[in-house]
């Protein structure tokens, strides 16, 4: 059932029946073309020999005397039909053909009317169609023979190329098939031909590698998460065994509170985490965003949140709308700014402005800046320079590689470079709606 499923039965049963239809219509084509040019020869040769005949009796032949011109394919039955009803045959030489033809033989038959002295007479000639029966008949038992043969040829060899074609196909499934988890570094055998088959086998091999990039960089979140994760797990389960030897002389109150405390960070690492694989996977619907708006509600919060260190300008905020997941977008606002709020000492500037293509937004701030050479590892996964190690200041290193997960999910980009004011600048472009 696989052999008659497969894309190699199914190829060549249309090739040969497709071949099988013209082959028999060219045949039929060619037996009636047969018949109808051997039809045509015999009606030029009886009007060759009636013009023959007709030349001789004006001349005043005998009818006795007639010569009968022998013509390829033989003389036809040649009589003369009068007025009085009375029918001759011509010729009493050697060329003399037969007085009849039988009575059901199937025959082409040519008359002439010629006036001669003794009166108006029919010249007739007949051939039989015989020799064209027997001559198509031949014909179509050598394609009887020969049809079944070239068809079964044709399959064949529709067979033999089909599975050539496909072998380098197989060879891929296979390899394919062999490749799990574990071996996702192998790659497909890549024909040399630039075919089909050879652009196949190297798109694959792109998905594969895109794969395993994907798998590497999923190892090393979950690895990166459960070492960040660590902390605040051991810190609280610290906290609890050294009250616990302490007994009634620890400060439970001041336990739970440093419990607590731990326990708000490790809530807050789970919540990027999720944000972050929400990003990366795309989720959301898509909307026409005022990004200005957004700008300044993550601002008021900002300030609201009682731990604002740093004075923001908005002066330069403008209008500007972009096609996007406004849950993403705050989630962008909000990560850049408490990023810039975290690294200023007094002061934090945000421009955002539009030219109708695309969408920019500014993040300035009076910081120490970012070196150069760290500016593009910052977007990495949990990545925190030496400055911004600390628990008050550092986070679990995510917010930047949130950045630019949701910028590059909006067909965007972000970059960093150094501020008017002194610190480290973002930029971030995307297209506007």
Sequence with gaps: MKVLGSVRFRVTLTATGLFAIALILASFGLVERV??????????????????????LKSGVALDSVNIPNRQGGPPALRIEN?????????????????????NDPRVRGERRLTLATGTVTLVAERSLAEVSTTTD???????IGLPLLIALMGLMTWWLTGRALRPVERIRIEAEAITGSTIHKRLP?????????RLARTMNSMLDRLEESS???????????????????TIKAQIEVAKRMGDRADWPMVAERILAEDERLAVAVTDLLD???AEEGEGEQEIIDLDEIVRTEVDRYKNTGVERAKIDTNQ???GRVMGNKTQCDRLVRNLLDNAGRHARTQVAIALTTDGVQVVLIVDDDGPGIPEADRERVFDRFTRL?????????????????????????????????????GARFVVQMPAA
Aim: glycine fraction near 10%; hydrophobic fraction near 30%; charged fraction near 25%.
């Design 35 to 56: 018949r109808t040019n051997l039809e045509h020869e015999i009606r030029e040769t009886n009007s060759e020999q009636l013009d023959a005949i007709a030349q001789q």
């Design 83 to 103: 007025n009085n009803g009375d029918n001759s045959t011509f010729g009493r030489g050697p060329n003399a053909p037969a007085a009849t033809l039988p009575r």
């Design 138 to 144: 031949r014909i179509n038992s050598s394609l009887s």
């Design 190 to 198: 890549e024909p040399a031909a630039e075919d089909e088959i050879g």
């Design 216 to 234: 590497q960089q999923q190892r090393r979140f979950v690895s990166d998460a459960s070492h960040e994760l660590r902390s605040p797990i051991a």
């Design 276 to 278: 972050l694989a929400r």
């Design 317 to 319: 905020v403008l209008a």
């Design 386 to 422: 030496d400055e911004g190690r600390s628990r008050d200041k550092g986070g679990m290193g995510i917010g930047l590689a949130m950045v630019r997960t949701i910028t590059d999910r909006h067909r965007g980009s972000v970059t960093i470079g150094d501020a008017p004011l002194g």
